[in-house]
């Protein structure tokens, strides 16, 4: 076979020259078909540097019942899509970011007899400096935001150990005081002007005052698997073994159905998820359902309570962290 290959190889040249082919076209000298101006230099295109309030992405409107304030929280805040964590109550809410660089808190409480803006924004830092170590603040300048109008301030200090850099934002409505307070601490000046402050503008753009009344008494779950899976029990926490059972039943007695309907309960044996949690299950019934219902609880933790997808209640749940 290699024989064969190399006399191949070796006749290929011979039959070529033994060819008569016509004679080649006259020779010339080749030149590039365009060539740049003397003196120019090609600059390379430049991608378009991303708008920074473009890359804010919120999420669906959420209620603070007692604060009867609406907002729609942050789902990320950078071309990174990196996803922030919600912390939801009855009348504060907590964000932060995977890497907890960037925390924004929304809060409504009480603001007393004859407060204003002023007094809510000074009531607050004074709070604060208890908790931000060097804190300091600019001179406050007005704002607007929701219909409301208030102050706010550039703040900087200490968060957590590191430096920070943020605003706060304070509003005076209904007799509450509103409170919008955002901060970076990841090389905290350059954070904040890159992406916190669109943050917290894209936050303040969402801010909704419920009119008097209108709130719900309770906050109800988005997630579908809340208080229906022994994966996601509603945690009621407890003090001592017996007080856990008691915490749970307060939880049911203020619990309704969708239309306010009052529901009936039954306590079923206690399991484990698979997270080796004990987890307590109780049937629930109310008129016009067609089938019973069972919730899980867990009374070895705490989180804000809420009423399961599809369930109202009479009141705030009368549970706090034990």
Known sequence: MIKRLLAVLFLIPLLLTSCNFPSGSPQRDEQPVYLPLAGVTQTPLISPTPDPAALIKLGDEVVLPEGSLAFSPLASADASSSPFTLNLGNDKAVMNNTAQTLFFSLASEPAGANADAVAC?????????????????????????????????????????APMAGK???????????????????????????????????????????????APACLVASDPEYGFSPE??????????????????????????????????????????TA??????????????????????????????????????EAAFPLSQP
């Not at 406050?140 to 900087?156: D, K, V, Y």
Request: charged letters at 10%; proline letters at 7%; a negative charge.
């Open 232 to 273: 996601k029990p509603i945690r009621v926490g407890n003090v001592n073994l017996y007080d856990g059972i008691s915490r749970m039943e307060a939880y049911l007695n203020t619990l309704r159905g969708p239309n306010m309907e009052e529901i009936s309960y039954i306590r079923l044996s206690p399991g484990y998820n």
């Open 276 to 313: 080796g949690e004990i987890v307590d299950a109780y049937q629930i019934n109310y008129s016009g359902l067609s089938a019973p219902l069972t919730l899980y609880f867990s009374i070895y933790a705490f989180e804000t309570p809420m009423a399961p997808l599809g369930f109202s209640c």
């Open 168 to 214: 706060l934002a304070v509003f005076q409505a209904q007799n509450r005081c509103i409170s919008l307070f955002g901060a970076a601490l990841d090389n905290p000046q350059t954070l904040w002007q890159e992406t916190g402050q669109y943050a917290f503008l894209a936050l303040l753009g969402s801010l909704r005052l419920l009119p008097p009344g209108t």
């Open 121 to 161: 924004l000074n009531r607050l830092l004074t709070h604060m400096q208890a908790d931000l170590p060097g804190l300091s603040s600019s001179p406050s300048a007005a704002i607007t935001a929701g219909g409301l109008s208030g102050l706010q301030t550039e703040l900087t200090g200490t968060l957590l150990s």
